[in-house]
């Protein structure tokens, strides 16, 4: 386990759950995106995610303690209808493409049209731009993504899994928001704002106020380096 990452006790009660699912199309390298940051991991033959997956992390955002669940749904085509199902609850989202292949980011706009259908309209978003350690081959630019992310009202940062960059980043970056949004309004659905048992997610929703798409892209997000 790396130094210094930012991991709660593991005795320590959790104060919130928030539920983040990865979408975007097969071999983005979603799954690894997720095994950098639930167990700082990569693995070179990792294989496709069947249906989905999930793993958890608890990080201390303003001395509260966040238990982020992860779902990875697959991305191929065959596993759509049973993945919709896992939009439901949750109250973030990392929609992922692979700066190498220019069809991945293509298809953005139809897994944002999916995502918006099914999930809560108020999700916090972010778009990743995958493998940027790949950037000799990179298909599409940069600031293509950036000007379609201001243009949704997304959250927009550049990724490698492989290299770990911007992967804490990113997920610090949504769950911070959810957190901050969720912490200023007040507005927890069915639970004491004070206490989330975790083994009541089901069913339980956050409610994130205000349109996803007026979320501000923050200045100086895109493309840092970590």
Known sequence: MASGRNYADIHQKIDYVFKIVLI??????????????????????????????????????QQKSIKAQIWDTAGQERYRAVTSAYYRGAVGAMLVYDITKRQSFDHVPRWLEELRSHADKNIVII?????????????????????????????????????????????????????NVVNKKNLVA????????????????????????????????????S
């Open 24 to 61: 975007g199309d097969s071999a983005v390298g979603k799954s690894q995106i997720l095994s950098r940051f639930s167990r700082n991991e990569f693995s070179f033959d990792s294989k496709a995610t069947i249906g989905v997956e999930f793993q958890t992390r608890t990080l201390i955002i």
């Open 127 to 179: 778009l990743l731009g995958n493998k940027s350690d790949l950037n000799n081959d990179r298909d599409v630019p940069t600031e293509d993504a950036k000007e379609f992310a201001e243009k949704e009202g997304l959250f927009f940062l550049e990724t490698s899994a492989l290299e770990s960059t911007n992967v804490e980043v990113a997920f610090s970056t949504i769950l911070t928001e959810i957190f």
């Open 190 to 225: 069915g639970m004491d704002q004070s206490a989330v048992n975790p083994s009541s997610l089901a069913g339980k929703k956050i409610l994130i106020p205000g349109p996803a798409q007026e979320i501000p892209v923050k200045s100086g997000m895109c493309c840092k380096s």
